[in-house]
């Protein structure tokens, strides 16, 4: 079972869909003695999707705040931020497709919010857990929108892996640490 301190920073969960990855992030922050932040991401374009949503905020209880921001969540982030604060954001490839949908193909503001995201994460106070889905690991896309989200998505892991404490993945519910940096004394 995942064995790691984990209370201050920023930690990267990602998986491929339906791996476990929320599941656990929930876990891990539940288990922390701080308040809790979710930060969704999703957008409800239909009943399913509502539905879903629904059913995710009373999974959660009331233990946890949560806070809708498909876009600007930077600005949430630095909003919420507090040494006594954990925020959960699931999840960051849905917000990567919803600044797809804003800019379309241009790729310049999409590239710079990544970069946003990672100035912004790299100094929290408080705790950050981030839920993203690993785009790469399938079949090359057919269409150049396709391939660009993917490598946008590649890219985007990458930069938050990098600035992050803990990393793990998720394959099948469980979790493999990919780094764990333990704090110093």
Request: proline share 4%.
């Amino acid at each position: 079972m995942f064995k790691t301190k984990f209370d201050k920073g920023c930690m990267l969960v990602t998986g491929g869909a339906k791996s476990g990855k929320s599941s656990f992030a929930l876990k891990i922050c539940n288990d922390l003695p701080l308040k809790r932040i979710f930060l969704a991401t999703a957008q409800a374009f239909d009943q399913e999707m509502e539905e879903r949503i629904r059913r995710h905020k009373a999974e959660r209880g009331d233990m946890w705040g949560t806070v809708e921001e498909p876009v600007d969540i930077v600005y949430r982030i630095r909003e919420l931020d507090c040494p006594d604060t954990v925020i959960l954001i699931d999840c960051l490839t849905l917000w990567l497709s919803n600044l797809f949908m804003k800019y379309n193909t241009d790729p310049k503001p999409v590239y710079q919010a990544i970069v946003n995201l990672s100035g912004c994460l790299s100094d929290v106070r408080g705790a950050v857990v981030a839920v993203s889905n690993e785009a790469g690991m399938g079949i090359v896309p057919e269409n150049p929108l396709s391939r660009s989200f993917r490598d946008m998505a590649g890219l985007l892991n990458q930069q938050i892996a990098a600035l992050s404490k803990k990393v793990v993945v998720t394959f099948s519910g469980l979790p493999l640490v990919l780094k764990d940096e333990k704090e110093s004394e």
